[in-house]
Each structure stands twice: as C-alpha cells, then as structure tokens.
C-alpha cells in the first residue's frame, strides 16, 4: 500500500492505537506488533514476497547467533560469507537474472552464435534491494564485532522489516536502529509532532510536486523526438525534481512514520541539489546508500588511500555498483559511470571535501560564485538524470542530441505556469530551510498555535488542491 | 500521548469543519441553480454533435455539447434543462460510438472519471446506475475540490458548447477506433446502459413535448469502416426502429464521406465540414417540416 493511499491512511491508526495503548506495557508485544504490521504491509504487495523476507530474516539471525559463539577466524568468514551470498544471491536473481542472460545472448550472437535460453517471468520483490542491505549491513557489523548479534527473534525480525523503511529506505544501520527495538518505547510528544510535521512535508513532496512534475517529465520523455531542445531541458528538469521529490519525499514521511512510533531514523536527503560539487552532491543524495556503500565497499577496497590507479578503481567500482543496484538497465550503469567521472577529478586533485558544510550557512543570499557552483552541479546532475529516466541507452543518447541542437533556443512547446510556480515555491522553502533537518523542520516552531495550524492547514489545502495525476514511488522500481 | 490525540483531534475538527461547511454552502447553491436557455432548439451528446453542429447556422439553437459525454450524463443534463426551460427541438448525437460498452467505463476509467466527475456532481444519480463500475475515491476527492474550499456561484460545468477548429489531422484512425470500441486490446460489446438511457431521453423529450432529431455526423471513411461489425449492426438496428417511431426523427450521415479537407480527425468535422453539414442539417430540417 502506498503512504499517500486510503488503505495506508486506515492501516497507520489502527497500528498506532494498537501500538501505544494495548499493547505499549510490553516491550515484546510492541516488538510483535511492528512485526505482524510489517507483515501485513508487505503482503498486501504480494504475500508471496513474505516467505522470502521471512527467509532472509531466518538466515540471518541464525548466522549471527552462531557469529557471536564462533571464534575461528576461518570458520567466521564462511558465515559471513554465507549471508553475503544467501542475500545477494536472492537480490540477483530477482533483479538481474533476465538481464545477464539477455546480454549473454546478445554476446554470443555477436560471435555468430545463437543460443537460446529463456528469460523467466521474475516479479521483483517489493523493496528487495533495500531490506538485503539493511540485513547485510547486521551481519558484516556482527563479523566486524563492531555489534552485539541479538538472541530476540522478534526484535531482529521487527529489525528486518520495520513498515515505514521497508520498501524504500532509508536503508538503515543495525547499530542505529536494532537497539532501538531492545528500549521501551514511550511516548514523545515532541517526537511524535515532529514526525507528523515531517510526514507532512513529505506528502506536500510527493503529491504536489512529483507527482505534478512526473505528468510533464514522463510527457517529453515519451514523445521526445517531437519536441524542441528547449522543451527536452524542461522535461530533464521536471524529472530532476521528480525523483528528488518522490524519494526524499517517501524518506520524510518513512522518518516521520517511524517518530510517531518513537523511533529515529537516519537523515536520507540534505538538499543535495543546493551542493556545490558532486562530491558534496554525493554526501547529500541518498546518504544511507551512499553511506553503506562506503563503509562495507569502499573502505574495504582501500577507499581514498593508495595510490592514484586504487582510487580510480574504487571509485569506478562504487559507482558501477550503485548504478546497477538501481536497475539491471545499461543506463543505470552509465548513469553511474557518468557521476563516477564527474567524482574523480575532485578526489584525485584532493578537493572532495571542500564543502562540508551547507551552503552560505547562517546567511540568507549565496554569493555569486556558490550560486554558480551550485549551477553547474545541478548542470551535471539533470544531465545524469536523463540516462536514468530514458528507456534506454539510444533513447537517451538521442534525448541528449536532440536537446542539445540548434532547436535549444526556440520557445519550450510545453510550459506549464503553475507547475513551475509550484516549483519555485519549493525551491525557496527548501532554500530557506536547509539548515534544518527537512525544509519545514524548524518553521513556525516559535509560532502561536493558531498561526502555526494556519501554515499546516495552507499545506494541507494545497496537497488536495494542487494534487498531481497520482504515480506511484519511482523507487519502488529498485 | 493524550495531549498529541486531543490536539490532533481538534485540528482534525477544524479542518473537516471547514470542508463540511464549504460543502454544505456549495450543495445549496447547485442544487438551487438554473441553467438558463433562451434558444428553442438545443443541441446535446458528446464530440460529434459540438464539433459537427454550429448553432448559429441552425439559428435559435445552442449547443451544449461535451467531450466523451455518455447518454446518461446526457440524460441528467437534459432533466435539469427541461425542468428550467422551454424547449421545442432537441437534436442528440446518435453514432455507432454512442451505444458502445467503452462509454459504462467514463466513470471509472483514469483517463475520463476526473472530468466526467467534475462536470456531473450537482447531477449525479449513482444509485440509479446499478451496472456501471465507479470509482468513488476519485468522485469524492473531485467533489472536495470542487465545493470543500469556497462557496462558488458557479458550479454549471455540464453545459457544453459547440468548438471547432480548421486544422486536418487524418493520421491513426485505428488509434481511434481503438478509444472507442476497444479496452486494453479486447473488442468492447454494446452497453445495454447506453441504451436504457437513449430510452430514457426519448421518454422524457415525450414528458415535456420535445420534438427529438437523432443525428450523426459524417465519419471518415478510414474510420468508419474499422468499427466493429456488432455494433454497427446493432446501430442499424436501432435506427431502423426509431425510423418507424413518430415521436423521434432519425438523420444519420455516418458514412456520407466528405472529402478530406472537411474533417478534424478522422471522425470529426472541422470548422468547414461543421459548417456544412450544419447547413445541411438545417435544409432537412425546413423539408421535414413543410
């Protein structure tokens, strides 16, 4: 069910009401009851996908039982690699099985062979690539002896499958989030507030403005070749704040979720498109996969130590990586490839970190060489996002030629006023908000109520109002 | 945590207050609206008849067509402009499209529901349409946008008009056909809706003494000959059986062919063809009479 459904809007009382007053004396029962919820929610997908989540949390909690008694440094890695391989390998069979054997196909026709193997009818999992790694991220921890592996079935499970993050992140840390599960959760009046803030500000994201962008990125794209270049640079820009809009968006509201049940999740989006670099592109964007990558793939391959051709390699791999966990496509691996390229430079010229902190912090204004920072990596950005979005590598390439030929300074076909007006509104809320958690974190706190319920409620009307064809998540998908 | 539910619930209270109140004002004021028609002569149906018929041509008529209407928005529009006017003449579109099944899918198709919602909400008789599929989420998120933010004096968006333009497009007319008589690839049937509404209008244009003209503008002959054979038969049928009736006067054109410069697409006129078969129109109209 999606967030922004009927179905959620019943389901999320029911558990809530349940949660914090039949079943909040027990911490187990808590614990029970956000697993069953969670299970619910996933098998109202598909309830085939629950015996492979099912599985994947058996595997896992019995390796790391047997992590915590095994000292053999042998014997040690043969489990972590068990779960290394149970999980990846559900994650690749689903996910790229199809892909591998159509590209084996085109390989051996390129010999003059024909071979013929079917590709199989594989419905992905729902959420499949961001629960593995949530798991993974248990299991290396335990290995690493950086966590204490839980004997509590139940907490593992509730770990595991936690509702609000489940389909789509933020993928969370065993460190951060499994000793949550072991505290009595009581209720946060200010938690709980802040959470049903957050919530809101991420269904404004999603239903006004991706949703609404989504009906004019998803128009160009699909009838591109009849559009004039200027059109196009609208459409990658549409879809630019789509997809930024659609997940941080669904992170919002899977954080906000999680503070009303008392829990805290980790910060998935930081304004990444106000970064100054790529390299502060990447710290911004997606941050726990960015950072799971980092830790349990690129840390372990060397990182930024070593020479120049080491760091080439593993910067090469971890994007490689990070665009083929998107999607078993070419254009994700290019897109990949693409944002690879632009982050070498900064790292092998030792300037990656130049901006850590977010920009023209504590001043209202950037100044004229931030602003146009900032410009050239959004730049960059929307001209990645075009291999993301296009059907394929062809159809981007001609995406690209296209928008990028004389046609470029005719009038844009397709310009939608409101949608755009929409958009700068955001922009400048974000603008103004950036130093806090999410845009509206800190807004109005300091407000009488009945001017700080006015700004809820100018929220609220616009959802409805303002309302775009409904999509659903774009990274549902991965 | 009861400091969180009692706040939720008062802000809750409030703002579904405010929608309530804002609904109860606009259901006043459309359920007490008129629709007022000087004109004698009204013209009603969907695309054909606003594009193929220009009122002005006829004289003393109005147009109050609309896009992909059905017969039973037809039928509730038509209910409401009778009660509020006089009328002598009413020509409604009748074409081989307009008794197809495409038409019971209007009210929960993604494409069609939100704009047929947002015209037929101060008319609507759900409870009268037992074998059409609705989708009520959509309805009632249409309706709270259009009575849960303001009181609006102006809620008539079933009144139609006739518009046309002089362009010529007659590419894809399997494209069209497909909208038409097909779903997701599958040939649709007749709507047996359709027709108990077409009955429906008949008897009520009887109630209140209107003359009723069915007509149907001319297609493209690349259109016409890929509608499927049942329905087409059936339409035939049906016309065969109004012909014999006194009370309903049947002029249809569907495969008159005009050449292509006179149509829109390819089963729509254009400004030229409307203007035409408008003419037309209005010298078989003066023959009958006399």
């Known amino acids: 069910m999606l967030f922004n459904s009927i179905d959620f809007a019943l389901f999320l009382p029911v558990v809530f009401i349940l949660y914090w007053f039949v079943v909040n004396k027990n911490l187990r029962l808590q614990n029970l009851l956000i697993v069953l919820a969670s299970y619910f929610f996933y ?11 099912l599985f994947s949390t058996i595997v896992d909690f019995t390796i790391g039982k047997a992590l915590k008694t095994e000292e053999n440094h042998k014997k040690r890695k043969v489990l972590l690699w068990t779960s290394i391989i149970v999980n990846l390998g559900f994650l690749g069979f689903f996910k790229y099985y199809n892909f591998f054997i159509d590209n084996f196909i085109t390989a051996f026709s390129f010999f003059g062979s024909e071979i013929k193997v079917d590709s199989l009818n594989i419905v992905l999992p729902v959420g499949i690539s961001f629960y593995t790694f949530q798991t993974l991220s248990y299991t290396i921890d335990v290995y690493k002896r950086k966590l204490e592996p839980t004997t509590d079935f139940i907490a593992f499970s509730a770990f595991v499958s936690f509702f609000p993050q489940l ?24 938690l709980a507030v802040a959470g049903a803030r957050q919530i809101l500000w991420g269904l404004f994201k999603k239903i006004v403005i991706a949703d609404n962008c989504a009906e004019y990125a998803n128009l160009i794209f699909n009838n591109s070749s009849d559009y004039s270049g200027s059109t196009l640079v609208l459409g990658a820009i549409f879809f630019t704040f789509q997809i930024y809009c659609d997940f941080s968006g669904y992170s919002d509201i899977a954080i906000g979720i999680s503070r009303l049940f008392g829990f805290n999740l980790m910060q998935n ?45 593993n910067t090469f791999i971890i994007f490689l990586v990070s665009g083929f966990w998107h999607g078993a496509n070419w254009n994700f691996i290019i897109w990949g490839l693409l944002n690879a390229l632009y982050f070498l430079p900064l790292l092998l010229f030792n300037v990656n ?10 001043k209202y204004l950037p100044s004229f060489k931030e602003i146009g920072l900032m410009l050239i990596t959004f730049g960059l950005t929307v001209f990645a996002w075009i291999f993301f979005r ?73 959802i409805i109002w303002f309302a775009g064809k409904e999509q659903e998540f774009i990274y549902f998908q991965f | 945590m009861k400091k969180f539910l009692f706040r939720g619930f008062v802000f809750a209270i409030i703002l579904i207050g405010f929608f309530s109140l804002n609904f109860v004002i606009n259901f006043f004021i459309y359920k007490n609206q008129k629709v007022y028609i000087k004109e004698k ?32 928005i037809t039928f509730w529009k038509l209910k409401k402009m009778f009660k509020d006017n006089k009328i002598d003449t009413l020509i409604l579109s009748f074409a081989p499209h307009n008794i197809a099944e495409f038409n019971d899918l209007k009210l929960s198709n993604e494409r069609w529901s939100g704009e047929m919602f947002k015209r037929i909400y101060p008319l609507q008789e759900f409870n009268e349409l037992s074998d059409i599929d609705i989708d009520y989420v959509e309805y009632y998120k249409v309706l709270l946008k259009e009575t849960g933010f303001y009181p609006k004096r102006n809620h008539i968006n079933y009144r139609g008009e006739y518009f046309n333009s002089k362009k010529t497009n007659l590419l894809a007319p399997k494209e069209s056909v497909e909208k038409q008589f097909y779903d997701s690839g599958e040939q649709l049937g007749i709507s047996t809706v359709s027709l108990q509404y077409l009955d429906s209008i008949l008897f009520l244009c009887k109630t ?48 008159l062919f005009y050449p292509d410069s006179l149509y829109f697409d390819v089963h729509h006129l254009n400004e030229l063809g409307a203007t035409r ?8 109209l003066k023959n009958n009479k006399n």
């Open chain 1, 353 to 362: 970190r130049n901006n850590i902190d977010i920009i023209a912090k504590n």
């Open chain 1, 390 to 462: 296009a059907e394929n590598v062809s159809h981007a390439i001609h995406y690209i030629t296209d928008m990028l030929s004389s046609s470029l300074l005719n009038k844009p076909k397709v310009f939608p006023k409101v949608t755009l007006l929409l958009l700068l509104v955001f922009v400048l809320i974000e603008w103004f908000g950036r130093e806090g958690q999410y845009a509206i974190s800190d807004l109005g706190l300091k407000w009488k109520r009945p001017l700080r319920y006015g700004m809820y409620y100018a929220i609220i009307i616009s």
């Open chain 2, 277 to 284: 078969f408008s003419i037309e129109l209005k010298e078989e």
């Open chain 1, 269 to 313: 989006f930081a304004f990444p498109y106000f970064s100054r670099d790529m390299a502060e592109f990447w710290r911004r964007w997606h941050m726990s996969l960015s950072t799971w990558f980092r830790d349990y793939l690129y840390i372990p391959l060397g990182g930024s130590r070593g020479r120049a051709w080491m760091k080439v390699r």
């Open chain 1, 43 to 53: 098998g109202w997908w598909d309830w085939r996908f629950l015996a492979l989540i």
């Open chain 2, 208 to 255: 209140y003494k209107v003359k009723l003209i069915l007509v149907s503008s001319p297609v493209h002959s690349s259109y016409f000959y890929l509608i499927p054979k049942p329905i087409l038969d059936k339409y035939k049928t049906l016309k065969k059986a109004f012909a014999k009736r006194n009370e309903v006067k049947v002029i249809d054109k569907t495969n």
């Open chain 2, 41 to 72: 002569l009204l013209i009603a149906g969907d695309s054909h008849s606003k594009r193929g018929i220009n009122p002005k041509i006829l004289g003393n008529a109005v147009n109050v067509s609309q896009q992909g209407e059905p017969y039973y």
């Open chain 1, 167 to 190: 389909v789509a992140g933020p993928i969370e840390r065993a460190t951060n989030l499994l000793p949550q599960f072991y505290k009595e959760r009581k209720f946060d009046y200010t």
